[in-house]
C-alpha cells in the first residue's frame, strides 16, 4: 500500500487514488493503519480496569459493554484471565445492571500473583476461576457447572488466538451460549499482522478468522453478526470500526 497524506490540501492518496482527508473512506483506512501500528507498539498494554490490566483495544472494550448492557446476561465465560483485568471489567458491569450474574475466567496457569489481586478486589464476589486448559472436557464441564442455570450466557474466547484452538473452543462453548447472545473469538487482528515487525508470516492462515468461518459452515444456528451502534449522529459504519476483532461476533439465532 503506498499512502501520502496532504494537510495542507487536505487529500489522502491511497495506491494513486486521492480521497477528501476529513471524510469517512479516510477514516476507515487511517484507523485500520492505526491498530497495526497500535499493535506493534502495544497500546492496548496501557490500559487498566479498576486497578487491574486489561489489555484490550478501548474501542473493543465500549463496544462490550455496549452488548451486555442490552442482553443483561447472567453469566459471562471468558477463556484466557491473564491480569484479571477483562474479569474485573465484566463483574462492574454485571454488578451496575444488579442482575446477580456470574464471570467465569479459565486459564491453563493463574499466576499466584494475579490471583491473589483478583481475588482480594471489591467486584471478585461475581467471580470464578478454573484453572485447566480450555479445550480440555473437564475444564468445559467445570465452566458449564459455575454458569449452573443461567439463561442468557455471553461467551468470550481470549487465550490461545490460533486457528485449531479457537475452532476446539468453539465447539467446546458454543452450546452454552443462549439464543440472542454471542460467542466471541477475539483478536482474529493476527491475520492482518503478517508485515508488522512483532507479527509472524503463518498468521495469515493461522487465526480466530479462520476457526470462525469454518465453524460457520457446520453450525447455521449462529451467525456472524458483529452488533451495529446503538446511537450514531455519524455516517460511519458499524462494520468498520477500529478493533482488534474482525469477525469475532458469532450471534446465535436458533
Known amino acids: 500500500m503506498n499512502l ?8 489522502l492518496t491511497i495506491d494513486g487514488k486521492t ?13 485500520d493503519l492505526w491498530v497495526k501500528v497500535g499493535w506493534n507498539e502495544k497500546y492496548s498494554y496501557t490500559f487498566t480496569w479498576f486497578g487491574r490490566p486489561v489489555i484490550q483495544l478501548p474501542e473493543d472494550m465500549i463496544r ?30 454485571l454488578k451496575a445492571i444488579g442482575n446477580g ?26 467471580i470464578s476461576l ?7 472436557p473437564a475444564t468445559v464441564q467445570a465452566a458449564r457447572d459455575a454458569a449452573g442455570d443461567a439463561k442468557t450466557v455471553l461467551v468470550i474466547l481470549d487465550s490461545n488466538h490460533y486457528r ?3 475452532r476446539a473452543e468453539l465447539e467446546a462453548y458454543s452450546s452454552l451460549v443462549s439464543v440472542g447472545s454471542y460467542i466471541v473469538a477475539t483478536d482474529g487482528l493476527m491475520q492482518d ?18 476457526a470462525v468461518h469454518d465453524f460457520l459452515k457446520t453450525h447455521p444456528e449462529f451467525v456472524l453478526e458483529r452488533p451495529g451502534f446503538h446511537f450514531n449522529e455519524s455516517a460511519l459504519d458499524a462494520q468498520r470500526m477500529p478493533t482488534h476483532w474482525p469477525d469475532a461476533w458469532l450471534k446465535r439465532v436458533r
Open 4 to 11: 501520502a497524506i496532504d494537510t495542507t490540501a487536505k487529500t
Open 19 to 31: 480521497l477528501p482527508l476529513y471524510g469517512k473512506d479516510a477514516f476507515e483506512i487511517l484507523s
Open 64 to 93: 462490550m459493554q455496549e452488548v451486555i448492557w442490552h442482553l443483561k446476561p447472567d453469566a459471562i465465560v471468558e477463556t484466557g484471565v491473564a491480569h484479571g483485568g477483562s474479569l474485573i471489567f465484566y463483574s462492574s458491569l
Open 101 to 126: 450474574g456470574r464471570v467465569v475466567g479459565i486459564d491453563i496457569e493463574i499466576r499466584a500473583h494475579n490471583r491473589a489481586a483478583i481475588e482480594s478486589h471489591p467486584l471478585s464476589d461475581a
Open 130 to 136: 478454573i484453572v485447566g486448559s480450555s479445550i480440555e
Open 164 to 166: 485449531d484452538h479457537v
Open 193 to 210: 499482522l503478517t508485515d508488522v515487525p512483532r507479527g509472524q508470516a503463518s498468521w495469515g492462515e493461522d487465526n480466530a478468522v479462520v
